[in-house]
């Protein structure tokens, strides 16, 4: 991204984090990300219908466009621009372009001309036509609004978050909040609306995740990783699956991905599932807003108990689901046909996830989940036998072990597993049964603060690539203490443990031209003088403290 629109953005997240952060009063971060994203939504549907009316204007004015309306079939310049008006109300026009239609009462316009009216009011709605709205309270006009947008865009039914009467707000903090989130410029020389809200609404889901700590991790996966998942898979057409999807990170890099190698985003379709009512809300809004058409159950729903997506064979299948989840057998059977490679444990439900994309997955899909390092040892509780069996049916394709304090809400050290269920030469690929690759990436990133580390651009370059070169077989080649590829026999004698670090070894220490025996010499020899200029330099303290009368 150029520097000039990293500036843009980067002086929108503090302008508007810093003023939300200050307006949040007495309403918790968890409550809160509902009340401002449910208004960001509202700002960019209202500003990209903006935008498309003036593009329709400009068509309908200009008499050889082939909307263009003839000024010499009226009598009067009045009856000129009333049929104006009354084409630009015309929701084909809008939907046309995939543009949401507004309608008059969730126009922005009218929501902030009238955030700030007396309770008991009867005001006005402007879309040329009088229209009459009794204001009772900003609350209920914003639910209104809502309310109106999900009648006439049926994507979008059961998802918004119709509660902000019902959440009691104080109608100042309200309506000033009304006003900061209306400074959002849905508009920049080279940006397109969608890019900068996608940006926001990133943002924002990421800040929000920092304050709530660990629950925030519900809706939220690291940007870095969620990119590296998706470079590593490259999900260009097909189905593609998130059975713990949070708020659609990778349905949204997916889109992401395609754009920038120049596919077409209705190549592919989307699924997912969700348990949280509140993320699985969060999901939809993320798809609705970016245009992608969506198959999310209907509702949210338990993965385990209440799978939505019964006979879905998904192209490509990623996740992040809740690291080591207890309890999650309830109402699921030990016969269920996603145990294909034994019963996952009820304290633990890593297996569990990783058999049910599997058996979601189609003969030449291709998989990636993000799980705890102990998934890639743990021999407690079956844990072992699964392992062994999903690498005895050749099922294991890469392991990529992550650097620490990747993640907002948890420091457990993770890993990512891709899975296929065929490895067979085919298309630009190699013949790769019977193997394994191993990419140890612990020492990659940079801390971008004191507490959050990141990947560069480069780093997920680099580890993607290692994986398509080792998958095409061209110019791969194992590098020492980062990757490493091994056959089933050299993983059966490490019993079936797939931590890299095993495999990968040390890395190489680059040859000085010294002997060994040279160098230790040399080195203890330093060391000792070293010792010696400690004890000197412990006797002068001495000698000083006692100078002053203090008697060590």
Known sequence: MQLEEQKFLNDLDKKLWNAADKLRSNIDAAE????????????????????????????????????????????????????????????????EKNVFWVPALARWENLQNNAKVAPGTEIEIKNGKKITYKFTSIGKLIDDALEEIEKENPKLKNVLDKNYARRQIDPNILGQLIDKIAEIPFQHKTLHAKDILGHVYEYFLGQFALSEGKKGGQYYTPKAIVTLIVEMLQPYKGRVYDPAMGSG??????????????????????????????????????????????????????????????????????????????????????????????????????????QHMLYHLAPNGSMGLLLANGSMSSNTNNEGEIRKRLLEEDRVECMVALPGQLFTNTQ???????????????????????????????????????????????????????????????????????????????????DYVLTPGRYVGAPEEEDDGEPFADKMARLTSQLKEQFEQSDKLEEEIKKNLAGLGYDL
């Open 249 to 354: 990170g990778f349905f949204v890099s997916s889109e992401k991905f395609i754009e920038e190698h120049e596919g077409k985003l209705g190549n592919i379709s989307v699924y997912g599932q969700e348990s949280n009512p509140t993320t699985w809300r969060l999901a939809a809004m993320n798809m609705a807003i970016r245009g992608i058409d969506f198959n999310f159950g209907g509702e949210p729903a338990n993965t385990y108990s209440n799978d939505k997506h019964p006979d879905l064979r998904a192209d490509f299948v990623m996740a992040n689901p809740p690291f080591n989840m207890k309890e999650w057998n309830t109402g699921v059977k030990d016969n269920d046909p996603r145990w294909h490679y034994g019963i996952p444990p009820p304290g633990n439900a890593n297996f569990a996830w990783m």
């Open 412 to 494: 457990i050290p993770a890993c990512i597993w891709f899975l296929t269920k065929n490895k067979n030469a085919r298309d630009k690929f190699r013949d790769r049964s019977g193997e394994v690759l191993f990419i140890d990436a612990r020492n990659l990133g940079y801390m971008k603060d004191r507490v959050l580390r990141d990947f560069t651009p480069e780093d997920i370059n680099n580890i993607a690539g290692t994986f398509h070169n080792w998958k095409t077989g061209e110019d791969y080649e194992d590098v020492a203490g980062y990757c490493s590829s091994a056959s089933l026999e050299q993983i059966t004698k490490h």
């Open 32 to 95: 809160y990300k509902h009340v401002v994203l449910g208004l960001i939504f509202l700002k960019y549907v209202s500003d990209a219908f903006v935008e498309r009316k003036l593009q329709i204007e400009e068509m309908l004015r200009d008499e050889n466009h082939d909307y263009g309306v003839l000024r010499a079939n009226y009598d009067s310049d009045e009856e000129y621009e009333a049929t104006i008006h009354y084409e630009l109300e015309i929701r084909d026009y809008y939907t």
